[in-house]
Every structure is written in C-alpha cells, then in structure tokens.
C-alpha cells in the first residue's frame, strides 16, 4: 500500500510539475480547474501516504512480528497513578532472544501493580526491562461503550500489559528527549509550589490542571459541573488558555508597535513567553497545538501585509498532521480547530446583529456573541462525542470568562519567586468560581444528556447547521431551504428512532469483569438485575450507555436474589420469563442438590460461581443457549470451553465477549 500510495504522489507532483513547466507551450490556463483538482488529489494521497509510514503496526520491525523473552522499553509519557495502578506508555527499543538484542519498534501501554511499602518512582525517558507478555488492546464488549482500543489506537498503541513492581528492571538510563524532559520535570516542580500554596485540595486540582494541564484527581462534582454548564474547555490548557496570554501580553506590549526594528523584537518576546509557558505545561499536545497556531498568526501578524485567518488556520492544521497524520480523528484535535473556525468565522457576524452604544454591555454582547459561535461550531460534534449539551452554555461562559483570565494571570504570577502571598486570593477565586459553577449546574433543566446521534445523524445536523450558517451570512435562500430540508431528514431520523425505541422488546446480558447485569427492555423502560448499584464506576462506564442509546428513560434495578412480578416480566423460583422467553436461573442455591423438574427454557443462566454440573440437569429440562457470567471463576469457564461440543446448546460466555442480545418477541 505504501508503494502504491507513494507511486500515485509521485505521478501527480510529476504532472504538476510539468503543467508548470510547459505552461505557456500547453496553454495550461485553460485547465486551472483540473490544475486544483491535482494539487488536492496529490495532497489527500500525501495524507493517506503518511498515514500508512506512520502506522507502527506495519513496520517490518514491529515487536509483536517477532519471538523475544525481554523488551527494553522507554517510559514514553508522564506516569499517571490511580488506585494503585501505575499506567504508562512505554515505547519499544529492542528486545532480547536467548540474551541476543533484536532490533524492535512500538509502544505498549503498561500497568503496574505498585506494593504500597515500597515506593515507586519512575520518570518520562527511564529504561526499563520487562517480559514479553503482552495481549491485545481489548475492544468494546457492550453497546455504547467507550471504545479505548480505537482511542489508542490514535495514539499508534495496539498492545498492553499488566505487571507487579517486582516483574520489571530499571537500567539506571534515561535517554528520553531532554526538552521534553525537562518540561515534564520543571511542571512538576511547578506542581509542588501550587500543593505547598494551596491549601484546598479542589482548589488545588482545579489550579493545576487548568494552568498546568497537570492530571489532578478532580472530584466527580466539579467535573460535572464544568461540563453540564458548558466551561469543561476551561479545565483542558488549550487555545483558549494560551489565547489569554498572548492577548494579555500583546496588551502590555503594544508600545512596542512603533517601529518595525521593535515590532520584531515584540514577536521574538511573546514566542519565547508563550513556548515557555508551554514548556511549563510539559508540552501537553494541546498547548502545542495552540501555540503552534498562535505563532503562525503572530508570524503573519508581524511580517505579512495580507494576511488570511483562514489559511493561518489550516495551516498550523496542516504542520501538526504532517507530523502526527493520526491527530485527525482525535475529538480534541477537531474540537480545537473548529472553535477557532468559529471564532474567526461565525463571531463577527453574530456581534453585528446587535449594536449597543454603552461600553460594558457592548463587552458582554461581545462575550456572549464568542460564546455562541463557539458552542455553534462545535456543537454537531460534542453532541455526538459526549452525549449531551448544556443548556446554561452562556450564562456559564459568561460567568467563567472574567475569573478564567484572573485565574491565569494570577496562577502565572505565583509561580514566580516571591509572589505565594497571593496564594490565598487565588485560591479563594477558584473556590468562588467552583461554587458558582455548581449552582448553574443545579439549576432546573441545566443540561439536554443521553443525547445519541449516529454517524448519518452527524452528518445531517452538521450539514444543516453549515448551510444555515451560510444562508444566514449570505442572504441566501437556496442556503436556507437546504437547510431546512436537511433538518426535517434528520428530524425524521430521529423520529423513527423514536418510534423504534417505543416497540423494543429485548433483553442485553452484559460482558463484565466481575460482576453481572442483564437488562430486560421495554420501549422506554428497563428492569436491571445486576449485583451493581447506580454509583458504581462499571455501571456508568459498560452499563448505562447500551441503556441511554437505546433512550431508556427508567431504569429499575434489582438483583437476583428478589422475587419480583410485574406487567410482561416475572422473576420467581429461579426463573424469568419476559415476553414468552424464558430463563432458569442456575446459581450457589442449587449447590449440592439434587433437581427434579421438567419444562423447555429459552436459555440457562449459570451465575454466583455454583458448582452445579449442567449434566446433572433432568433430561427434562431443555434449553438453546448456556449464559456465563463475569461471577464464574476463569477455569470454570475454561473447562465450558474445552467442552463446548459436548452441550446440546448455543453457549454464551459474558466475559471477554461481545454482550449477548436477545430480541423478544411474543
């Protein structure tokens, strides 16, 4: 593929080449539009080119292509700590067969289980040795769920593992970049001014993931907040952040505007400030990206007589894929240019809607007017990524905009020497904000959430919300008819959506770690036997989701061991039947006993670990499909599967599995 995609590049610079050559002899500008369509064909085939020599998978040296015992591995990232797992990514430098170094490529990304009596320290650009065992990044086993294999993958990681502190060796090296290096240690050393200063430890999550980017333990309540009103931007060091300081700096510098000796003095100032801001941030790919882009523009700003917003943006756009083709399908990467293209687009024309003599209103319409062209911009792809939208958007950003430049300026300011007596007004600002934020998230109806779109729905919003966008900017009708044609097919998307959400009848067994939950589904509503609660991180992050996809709106949770009879499901003496389907429930109850009964199941469901043998079932009993869950032990399952032939049923194992979906029909 690499071959065919670099011969077709080649041909189309070949022929480019040559049109400009022999321009005047071919009287090329006949063909200017034949001309364009090359140079977008040659550059969409560059992109698929870089794509592939990008791609670690296909390269001849990649480690899984080849047998080794050990790998000697890099720590490619910060290491993050969460509940006494160590996570980090790890790139492959080579491996070693029979104490023979083998040439290797590729990353992993590596747990360690850390002994809580002996410390672990390990640093981005440490060596270590590990065993070669690894598996692959597991896919997403229920409907909904979040697929982390496909968001490594953007990351070119297709591999993992997970190791005690004692499986590993350190070398005592550190050959990792030293800029990027030196970031990540001089942002930790940052970090620790903000814990010695900030004595509140929300106010200290908060401080240092906003101005540091540095992964805080933000509590669930804040973060919920931030999202539900529309300011989760300001929790992520980005555009907007580094946007800040460039306007704050372009501010205190505009004296130097005069002349152009000092104007370029001016641009070589404000990049050192703003790089070295983001060297503060560990060069978080964010930052990078804004300060890529904020360069450009101050490049253009300072030296270009026209200039185009425009092509600065796709520009800057263009430099981050070229060295990293996979940022296009990263949701923060897309998310990030089209605000910008928001801004730059939709921004003047929604302040001109209104004009406003007084000075202080007018700034709050230009506030508001950002706002909206923000949230336009990116709202097709926000309802599609995260599922919902928050209502109080502008109250919310209203309110954050003054403390967010406050809260950077001020949180700047500390770091430097002498200034931590302004500790206690800065955390106070955080505190105030956090709190305020919080109310507007309690506020009646503060967001639209479990807002599915499918991919076709992405499309037909975006395009409606483009062509509308255009017909409005344009005074054009043909625009504004599209538009409106558009939305009804997407509203007619919906409604059949709907209208197939109010039929369903079906029944989802869940492929869990550890624990079981099968939903019974009846259009709106769901009955819930699991041994979860609604509190439990596995209910929201494998559960919920299949639920809120399907717009189940009432969730009633249960549990095996309670008999219940309602309208169209019974659970009683071990049975369910739903909607004519019918399941026997095997579990530690029937332990040591000896069963006598008779009747014809749709499937049996072994759960609790019993230790009951499916062969000492009455040849009366009979059943289609055998259901394991995530409570059976892994030998157990083991030996199902070794006699899988030997059942007269379908077996259906829920643990590294695809979810089990039932359609019931009377």
Not at 2 to 14: N, P
Not at 122 to 141: C, H, M, N, Q, T
Not at 522 to 545: C, E, M, R
């Amino acid at each position: 593929m690499i071959s065919v995609l670099g011969t077709i590049c080649f041909l189309l610079y070949l022929t480019i080449c040559m049109l400009n050559i022999f321009y005047k002899k071919l009287n090329a500008y006949r063909f200017k539009g034949y001309t364009g369509l090359l140079i977008y064909l040659l550059f969409f085939f560059l992109g698929g080119l870089l794509t592939f020599m990008n791609k670690e998978e296909l390269k001849p040296d990649y480690f899984t292509k080849k047998t080794v015992d050990y790998l000697k591995v890099m720590v490619n990232s910060e290491p993050v700590f969460n509940k006494g797992i160590l996570r980090l990514k790890v790139k492959i430098i080579s491996g070693y067969q029979e104490n023979k170094p083998v040439k290797l490529s590729g990353q992993i990304l590596l747990a360690i289980k850390t002994d809580c009596f002996k410390p672990l320290k390990l640093r981005y650009g440490d060596e270590l040795f590990i065993l070669a065992k690894y598996s692959a990044v597991e896919p997403p086993y229920n409907p909904g769920e979040f697929n982390f294999k496909q968001w490594l993958a953007i990351q070119n990681i297709y591999e993992q593992a997970f190791i005690n502190q004692n499986q590993f060796v350190k070398t005592g090296r550190n050959t990792g970049n030293p800029m990027l290096r030196f970031a990540i240690n001089w942002r930790e050393q940052q970090v620790i001014k903000y814990r010695k200063y900030i004595k509140n430890d929300e106010a200290f999550a908060v401080a240092s993931t906003l101005i540091l980017g540095y992964r805080a333990d933000l509590s669930a309540e804040t973060l919920s907040a931030y999202a539900k009103t529309g300011t989760i931007h300001a929790l992520s060091v980005s555009g907007s952040h580094v946007a800040i300081i460039f306007f704050a700096l372009d501010f205190l510098l505009v004296f130097l505007d005069k002349q152009k000796a000092l104007k370029i003095f001016k641009f070589l100032l404000i990049c050192t400030l703003i790089w070295t801001y983001a060297l503060i941030t560990g060069l978080s790919p964010s930052v990078v990206r804004a300060a890529i882009m904020i360069t450009i523009f101050i490049i253009a700003k300072t030296f270009a007589q026209n200039k185009n917003s425009y092509n600065i943006l796709a520009f800057a756009a263009f430099c981050q894929l070229i060295y990293q083709p996979f940022l296009i399908w990263d949701p923060g990467f897309q998310l990030s240019y089209l605000s910008v293209f928001g801004l730059l687009y939709l921004q003047p024309k929604i302040y001109n809607w209104i004009y406003l003599e007084n000075k202080w209103l007018n700034k709050i319409w230009e506030l508001t007017a950002l706002s909206i062209a923000a949230q336009l911009a990116t709202f097709p792809l926000c309802v599609y990524y995260f599922h919902q939208f928050p209502v109080y958007f502008l109250l919310g950003n209203l309110f954050i905009s003054l403390p967010l430049m406050i809260i950077m300026v001020l949180g700047i300011v500390i770091l430097l020497p002498f200034s931590g007596k302004l500790a206690p007004l800065f955390e106070w600002i955080i505190v105030t904000t956090n709190q305020v934020l919080k109310w507007i998230a309690g506020l009646p109806y503060a967001t639209f959430s479990s807002w599915w779109i499918t991919l076709p729905g992405l499309i037909l919003l975006s395009l409606s919300l483009a062509f509308f966008v255009y017909a409005m900017a344009k005074y054009n009708k043909t625009f504004l008819f599209a538009a409106m044609l558009t939305f009804i097919i997407y509203q007619s998307v919906l409604s059949y959506d709907r209208y197939k959400a109010a039929r369903q009848q079906k029944i989802i067994f869940f492929t869990l770690r550890k624990n079981y939950a099968a939903a019974f589904i009846q259009g709106y509503q769901a009955i819930l036997l699991t041994d979860l609660n609604h509190n439990d991180q596995t209910f929201h992050f494998s559960v919920k989701p299949a639920l809120d996809q399907l717009q189940v709106s009432h969730i009633s949770i249960m549990h095996l061991k309670t008999d219940t009879i309602i309208p169209n499901f019974i659970f009683q003496n071990q049975q369910i039947i739903f909607h004519g389907y019918k399941i026997l429930i095997i579990d530690e109850s029937w332990n040591n006993k000896k069963v006598q009964a008779a009747g014809k199941f749709n499937a049996i469901w072994l759960t609790g670990n019993t230790t009951f043998k499916i062969q000492n079932l009455p040849e009366e009993i009979q059943y289609e499909n055998i259901i394991l869950d995530a409570t059976n032990k892994d030998y157990k399952i083991e030996r199902f599967k070794k006699n899988e032939y030997n059942y007269k049923a379908r077996l259906q194992i829920l643990k590294k599995n695809p979810a089990y979906l039932v359609q019931s029909t009377e």
